[in-house]
């Protein structure tokens, strides 16, 4: 029989949130006037079909920001002929409790900031009259414009946005969770909140020995950059502390680079040099031995090597998830294809996908997000409209590499891997100023304007301008498009 259960929670700042729970589903209407939508049961199964306008998949950086942008376009509205306060419009699946804000975890393996600053309530940032549906998906039929969670409802939707992120697979690499679980073993990653604090724990009690930071075949969020960031950090503070002439740092890749842009390849490389970082590329870790200590690689031919360890960083193997890859939307690696300037599905056209787990060539990272989102928005608008999408994503993506507690490295690139740097001089040296911004400012720009739609990157607040752009700010040139379109 399916249950339902109806109550009112308290969020943070006193906002309300209404719950319904039907089975294994929780749907919740989050914002400060509580409404709620109580669907009626029409049977005792749970073979229901509920509708949303718009049903976006993923309430991480990418799926918030995304609902929030659509939730200011008065536009949209219009084009919808509903009112804001109709929450049924746009639903978020999300079965989180809590959103990270993980950029934040590199620094909590440094000790900059504690792991509880990088967390939120979900119910907390969910964007206001968002319809927040506390549930899995397990499957895609695109062709019926349905989704199917684990608790067996059905959703149907006029469009979809797929903003499901990326998993990290740490079965395979043998030894890996043994390690990260142990709290007596020195393996460790900041791929995971947890063990981003033990990160901290582990490499702060080092005095000597051999400390090895590893990268997995493949794609993976944030590139390279994330295996690197607490490497230069902590070797930065064992010299600080005295004792890094009593270290051994090896970077183990399986590629050839530090940054796949010589430009940065080269910095980071020059950096090594002189920092006495060994670069170990064709290395890929493929098993741990906890009790021993010891790690073992392969290289591109097979050939395995085995080296003892006294602290192991590991950047796990990362795929899409399951129920993406699995489905009609994705691509031959397991990521929604989409056309890479509209963000919209090469198949399905009234399906687009964004962030971690579209296979736009770009690398993975917030920064791309905060460039990709608005296209979406734009390019959905436009089909309301009847009319072709026109925005497109460049392949912008920024990836900041912490080089120092007082530095970082900031690689920006587009498509291509062609340079595509924000300020007017040369980015190719660690920055104090861009330092300064990863630790401080874009903690706060994540948490009071990104995530709220308001934040666009390169753009900063000003949503960026589209051809026949007809969007965003101005409320009368929203109602002149309206009636003419």
């Known amino acids: 029989m399916a249950s339902f259960r109806f109550s009112r929670t308290l969020l943070g700042g006193g906002a309300m949130a209404c719950v319904v729970s039907v089975g294994a589903g929780t749907y919740w209407s989050s914002n400060n006037k509580a409404h709620c939508l109580l669907y009626k049961r029409k049977s005792s199964s749970l073979d229901r079909i509920i509708h949303h306008k718009i049903i976006i998949v993923g309430g991480g950086t990418a799926g918030v920001t995304v609902a929030s942008q659509l939730l200011k ?66 499957s895609f039929r695109p062709e019926d414009n349905t989704v199917t969670l684990k608790s067996g409802c059905k959703l149907t939707y006029d469009y979809l946005i797929v903003a499901a992120g990326i998993q990290q697979d740490w079965s395979k690499i043998p030894g890996l969770e043994d390690g990260l679980k142990d709290p007596n ?106 009790r021993g200590k010891t790690a073992t690689f392969k290289d591109a031919k097979g050939n395995k090597k085995q080296l003892p360890f006294d602290a ?72 309301f409209q009847g009319k072709e999408p026109t925005a497109q994503y460049d392949g912008y993506s920024g990836c900041p ?38 630790k401080d400012f874009f903690p706060w720009v994540y948490w009071y304007g990104f995530i709220r739609g308001s934040w666009y990157g390169r753009n900063a607040f000003r949503a960026p301008p589209y051809p026949d752009d007809l969007l965003f700010r101005d409320e009368r040139a929203a109602e002149e498009g309206w009636r003419g379109g």
């Open 73 to 138: 376009q008065d536009l949209l509205f219009k084009l919808l002929h509903i009112g804001k306060q109709d929450h049924r419009d746009i639903a978020v699946v999300e079965p989180s409790d809590t959103h990270f804000y993980q950029p934040l975890w590199s620094m909590v393996a440094a000790g900059l900031y504690t792991k509880d600053s990088s967390a939120r309530p979900t119910g907390e940032i969910m964007p206001e009259h968002a319809h927040w549906i506390k549930d899995k998906v397990d």
């Open 312 to 383: 192991l960083h590991v950047v796990p193997p990362q795929s899409a998830p399951a129920f993406v890859k699995n489905s009609p939307l994705a691509d031959k690696d397991g990521f929604v294809e989409v056309d890479q300037a509209t963000l919209q599905h090469v198949k399905f056209k009234n399906v687009f996908a964004l962030g971690d787990c579209c296979n736009a060539p770009t690398t993975k990272t917030a920064a791309a997000v905060a460039s990709q989102a608005p296209v979406v928005v734009h390019n959905i608008v436009k089909l």
């Open 185 to 290: 073993c020195p393996v460790v990653s900041t791929y995971d909140v947890d063990g981003a604090a033990k990160t901290y724990e582990v490499f702060s009690k080092i005095e000597e020995g051999d400390l090895l930071f590893t990268m997995p075949a493949g794609v993976c969020k944030s590139g390279t950059s994330a295996a690197q960031k607490p490497m230069w950090l902590w070797e930065d503070a064992l010299r600080k502390k005295g004792v890094r002439h009593k270290t051994h740092i090896s970077f183990h890749t399986p590629s050839d680079f530090f940054f796949h842009i010589d430009k940065y390849d080269v910095t980071l490389k020059q950096l090594a040099a002189e920092r006495d970082v060994e670069f170990a590329g064709n290395s890929e870790l493929i098993k741990i031995d906890v």
């Open 401 to 438: 590499i912490l080089t120092g507690k007082q530095q970082v490295l900031l690689c920006e690139h587009a498509y291509g891997d062609v340079v595509k740097e924000t300020f007017t001089w040369d980015q190719k040296s660690p920055s104090r100023l861009f330092y300064i911004m990863q």
